[in-house]
């Protein structure tokens, strides 16, 4: 390979990395992420206590604001307008 081509490449996903941490799209889908896992999680708390119920409905809600605040982000990269929809399809790969 040229050298220029090596450079060139090598020098590619350190500029797409720089990119994209500047990128509001990526804390908004990572927030979402956590949301959404620790609602998960509280779901398959047995029981049907009033405070577990609770502490479901309210990561329920946070999951739900995080859903509304992502698709509310507008992303200001090229890498960043696909990741949204990369996202939903790489969540329903770790679904059960």
């Known amino acids: 390979m040229a050298p220029v081509a090596a450079t060139a490449l090598g ?7 720089a990119m994209s941490d500047a990128d509001p799209i990526f804390a908004a889908i990572e927030q979402h992420k956590e949301a959404r896992a620790a609602y998960l999680a509280v779901m398959d708390v047995p029981g049907e206590d009033r405070e577990i119920r609770a502490i479901e409905d309210a990561c329920q809600q946070a999951e739900h604001d995080a859903f509304s605040e992502l698709f509310a982000t507008a992303p ?21």
Request: proline content about 11%; cysteine-free.
């Open 11 to 17: 020098e590619a996903p350190t500029k797409l990395a």
């Open 76 to 96: 200001t990269t090229v890498v960043g307008m696909a990741s949204p929809f990369r996202a939903p399809r790489l969540a329903a790969v770790g679904r059960r």
